[in-house]
T-cell receptor, first 113, second 115 residues
């Protein structure tokens, strides 16, 4: 069945360092890959997304890469700040089946000041 | 605030009771989704509406669960005869409706606790 695996489950970095979160997906028909940030007591907030016709996308300190052949995609956060501390979810979706989004299990990111 | 709104934020009830949650999507969004999230996990898809039509339901959605979106605007999710395992955060999301995937915007959820 459809599955998204996410690693690591916990990541601790020093302020100013980079953080990388990696995901793999199983359904080759997936064509849309959003990333969400979730803070305590809040719903997931979209931070960046990438479509399958693009290999890389960047928005200020955040970048995503996609390798369709290997079914891998990654989130890169540079110059991390304490306010980046949160749980990050990768997800995969396709144009059929109700556009349902399959989420990874999440990565808890700690940025130490 | 023009984001997705969910009510109530918290619901505590005894096992066996019925509960109903409400979601008000972003006004111009015609797609609406319900998800369930348990501690330490990502959201799990439950169901999807395009306008008032419920087009997709997960196998997670047992016959005790029912969702409606009668006028294509707000939606309700009802759980009948609640069980301990229903304790979770119930999230609603909405998106624009075009032929392709569009970003889903989430509300802050309703946290359900079954005593």
């Amino acid at each position: 069945g459809e599955n998204v695996e996410q690693h690591p489950s916990t990541l601790s970095v020093q302020e100013g360092d980079s953080a990388v979160i990696k995901c793999t997906y199983s359904d080759s028909a997936s064509n849309y890959f959003p990333w969400y940030k979730q803070e305590l007591g809040k719903g997931p907030q979209l931070i960046i997304d990438i479509r399958s016709n693009v290999g890389e996308k960047k928005d200020q300190r955040i970048a995503v890469t996609l390798n369709k052949t290997a079914k891998h995609f990654s989130l890169h956060i540079t110059e991390t700040q304490p306010e980046d501390s949160a749980v990050y979810f990768c997800a995969a979706s396709k144009n059929t089946g109700g556009f349902k989004t399959i989420f990874g299990a999440g990565t808890r990111l700690f940025v130490k000041a | 605030d023009t984001g997705v709104s969910q009510n109530p934020r918290h619901k505590i009830t005894k096992r066996g009771q019925n509960v109903t949650f409400r979601c008000d999507p972003i006004s111009e969004h015609n797609r609406l989704y319900w998800y369930r999230q348990t501690l330490g996990q990502g959201p799990e898809f439950l169901t999807y509406f395009q306008n008032e039509a419920q087009l997709e339901k997960s196998r997670l959605l047992s016959d005790r669960f029912s969702a409606e979106r009668p006028k294509g605007s707000f939606s309700t999710l009802e759980i009948q005869r609640t069980e301990q395992g229903d304790s979770a955060m119930y999230l609603c999301a909405s998106s624009l409706g075009t032929g392709s995937n569009q970003p889903q915007h989430f509300g802050d959820g309703t946290r359900l606790s079954i005593l």
